[in-house]
């Protein structure tokens, strides 16, 4: 008896993928610039091939000028950003240690969750969302909660409710607390300054599909000395074979060790994605960033829109508004989708149905865009759209 | 005080990527075929575009072709091959449970190692390197170690050494051990066979970058309604929120509720790269590497070098060859890559130094290229790479 594979019975083939040409400003995936799409249609290279071995210290170079660090131990996981931050976890904690994390967002929630599936014990400071948070509060909650923390983890760009979270004040909190800083840069790297040395950040995580417009699928990390040494002192095994930065460091690192076969044409793409950034130069980029957010931004309030974040507290990148009350979330994005080739972003969480989350990252970050998510939202609110 | 990326001491930017043509005739990645580099290439779109989603569905439905199953929990997870081996184990195994895995090459012994890491105890069966193994040897270790099993697990093509392992009795050793059957197919995807329902096999794992010719980066796997039940009535939640397939079978099932942002591109890949696959026809494609495996195996044995695995347990796909001992390792491979463009790889655990792999995987599998190959290894085997 045959399998489906080798029966006459198999399906009929589908045709040759023809996606449509949208305009990504949503949470990510952002738009992806014709060079980053040519690099990454390249002749695949062999994990081990010298030229590539080669191509893999660029990025760790340029990756650590985008995390504005030092850090040896800054390269690209192979998986999305979620990985990255199961990275970071996975790798600093082990059973009965305990996280103390702010939880403003479904992406501190995330990282509650990911910490406990390790073993550990996570305290949460519970922020209201779409607000920045307070370190004050989590020296009060470390305070009642008692004992030691390993890590003390945010988020500095919550992709969820489109707050940036200031970095001051946490260095000496976590140095307080005998913890480790643990930032959540994922939709901030190649856009907003990131500069893990500055604010003293010990572990960082990122993706490569918002404001570097690289196609998903890898996550750049960065661990501090200090982390390191947390990492090369555990008692016991990293408990993801697939995520051990102990063995992956083996084959960024100079050893050359072969662990899993690096994504390689993914990485092309993030070679030339950290070209671009570098080349526009990162405050020019941020600046760019953060004019044409503002500009969006007063726009959509001066439509009449409400936004999910006061002023002062906002991503330039990512914008949560308000679903007016009289309006459909869902029909309003297809007509979007549809009418317009615009892709925005739906609200996750409690914010699920009652938020849209427009994203300006990286190459999407345009005047252009800047007009044409506007017009769309206009045309889309008149009627027939409302609910 | 600024970090490094934002000051004026920037490194040099490095050039746009110019990788030389290789031809990839290693363990993986294979040669991958110009309209997957041209799939990948193609705009990205939002993970949750309805046009995405579709592609999804066609991955899933060719995906199954490949494998030779009708399980419904058939899918591409964001990683590479070792991802895809960490997610059928940490989603199958609980602390405590038990895996009796066979041990004949690099391969079976890191099933055992993430086993370990996820909680579990590995009992190994060890066999020889370049051998296929014996079920009755489980049978009686699975005797001598007394208690019960939750997995049996065992490599069915083994890259380290190029052992094809017959799949015939390991279903009914598995019922005898009330046990689920595990089995790594990652270099036999689209090259040999794979017919997880005839065998009986309850979870599979593969990659992208082997007979798929499509770039690494992709595991697909695959789980049987009796493994998704064990999934479902675990007593503790699955160790790692990146692969816990409860929730990603969310997002690729009918819920489409997001998870992690897929590796859009990559999954154009792999749209491309099972549609050749499969239209080429499975037969035929195994046929091919049989046909043409078998020729480079007799040439080289016609050169006079010993060949790893004994005829009757090769696998076509990759041939593992002793390093004559009057020839250094290295420079033969270096040669290959310089002189003729052709890599090949080198040998892991006890087979480092002394063992090369060839590979014929899906595109890369030709007539030219066994005869290039061979060319090569000739010339390389003249004066002056001997040691």
């Not at 014709?34 to 091939?49: C, E």
């Not at 599936?117 to 996570?122: D, F, I, K, N, T």
């Not at 949460?124 to 370190?135: C, F, I, K, N, Y």
């Not at 643990?182 to 893990?196: F, K, Y």
């Given at each position: 008896?045959?399998g489906?594979?080798?029966?006459?019975?198999?399906?009929?083939l589908?045709p040759?993928?023809?996606p449509?040409r949208r305009v990504?400003?949503g949470?990510?995936?952002?738009?992806?610039?014709?060079?980053?799409?040519?690099a990454?249609?390249?002749?695949?290279l062999?994990h081990?091939?010298?030229?590539?071995?080669?191509l893999?210290?660029?990025?760790?170079?340029?990756?650590r000028g985008?995390f504005?660090t030092?850090?040896?131990?800054?390269?690209?996981m192979?998986?999305?950003?979620?990985?990255?931050m199961?990275t970071?976890?996975?790798?600093?904690?082990?059973p009965?240690?305990?996280?103390?994390?702010?939880?403003?967002?479904?992406?501190?929630?995330r990282?509650?969750e990911?910490?406990?599936?390790?073993?550990?014990?996570?305290?949460?400071?519970a922020?209201?969302?779409?607000?920045?948070?307070d370190?004050?509060?989590?020296?009060?909650?470390a305070r009642?909660?008692g004992?030691s923390?390993?890590l003390l983890a945010?988020v500095?760009?919550?992709?969820s409710?489109?707050v940036?979270?200031?970095?001051?004040?946490?260095?000496?909190?976590a140095d307080?607390?005998?913890?480790?800083?643990?930032?959540?840069v994922?939709?901030?790297?190649?856009g907003?300054?990131?500069?893990?040395d500055e604010?003293g950040?010990d572990?960082?995580?990122?993706g490569s599909?918002?404001?570097?417009?690289?196609?998903p699928?890898?996550a750049?990390?960065s661990?501090?000395?200090?982390?390191v040494?947390?990492?090369?002192?555990?008692?016991?095994?990293v408990?993801?074979?697939?995520?051990d930065?102990?063995?992956?460091?083996?084959?960024?690192?100079?050893e050359?060790?072969?662990?899993h076969?690096?994504?390689?044409?993914?990485?092309y793409?993030l070679h030339?994605?950290?070209?671009?950034a570098?080349a526009?130069?990162l405050?020019?980029?941020?600046?760019?960033?953060?004019?044409?957010?503002?500009?969006?931004?007063?726009?959509?309030?001066?439509?009449?829109?409400?936004?999910r974040?006061?002023?002062?507290?906002?991503l330039?990148?990512?914008?949560?508004?308000?679903?007016?009350?009289?309006?459909a979330d869902a029909?309003?994005?297809?007509?979007l989708?549809e009418?317009?080739?615009?892709?925005?972003?739906?609200?996750?969480?409690p914010?699920?149905?009652n938020?849209?989350?427009i994203g300006l990252?990286?190459?999407?970050?345009?005047?252009?865009?800047v007009?044409?998510?506007?017009a769309?939202?206009?045309a889309?609110?008149?009627a027939p759209?409302r609910?």
């Amino acid at each position: 008896m045959r399998g489906p594979g080798y029966d006459a019975g198999m399906p009929a083939l589908p045709p040759s993928l023809d996606p449509p040409r949208r305009v990504l400003l949503g949470p990510g995936p952002s738009e992806v610039p014709a060079s980053v799409l040519q690099a990454m249609a390249r002749p695949t290279l062999g994990h081990l091939d010298p030229r590539f071995l080669a191509l893999m210290d660029e990025i760790r170079e340029m990756l650590r000028g985008l995390f504005g660090t030092a850090n040896g131990w800054t390269l690209p996981m192979s998986g999305t950003g979620s990985a990255g931050m199961e990275t970071v976890l996975v790798n600093l904690l082990e059973p009965g240690d305990r996280v103390l994390v702010g939880v403003n967002g479904v992406f501190g929630g995330r990282i509650a969750e990911a910490a406990r599936r390790v073993g550990a014990e996570a305290v949460e400071v519970a922020g209201e969302w779409g607000r920045a948070l307070d370190p004050d509060d989590f020296r009060r909650a470390a305070r009642a909660a008692g004992g030691s923390f390993r890590l003390l983890a945010l988020v500095h760009a919550e992709t969820s409710t489109g707050v940036l979270q200031p970095m001051e004040g946490w260095r000496e909190l976590a140095d307080e607390l005998g913890a480790l800083l643990v930032a959540d840069v994922v939709t901030a790297l190649g856009g907003t300054p990131v500069r893990l040395d500055e604010w003293g950040v010990d572990a960082a995580f990122a993706g490569s599909q918002k404001c570097l417009s690289c196609p998903p699928g890898l996550a750049p990390v960065s661990l501090s000395p200090r982390a390191v040494e947390r990492l090369q002192t555990r008692r016991e095994p990293v408990r993801s074979w697939y995520l051990d930065l102990n063995l992956i460091a083996r084959y960024w690192g100079g050893e050359r060790a072969y662990h899993h076969t690096a994504p390689v044409n993914l990485l092309y793409a993030l070679h030339e994605a950290c070209r671009l950034a570098l080349a526009e130069g990162l405050e020019q980029r941020a600046a760019r960033h953060r004019r044409l957010g503002a500009e969006l931004q007063a726009g959509l309030e001066g439509m009449g829109l409400e936004l999910r974040v006061p002023a002062g507290e906002r991503l330039p990148q990512l914008t949560a508004v308000a679903v007016p009350d009289d309006v459909a979330d869902a029909p309003v994005r297809r007509f979007l989708l549809e009418e317009f080739g615009v892709e925005i972003g739906g609200g996750l969480g409690p914010m699920a149905g009652n938020t849209w989350r427009i994203g300006l990252m990286g190459a999407g970050c345009t005047r252009a865009n800047v007009a044409l998510v506007q017009a769309g939202l206009r045309a889309a609110l008149a009627a027939p759209v409302r609910a």
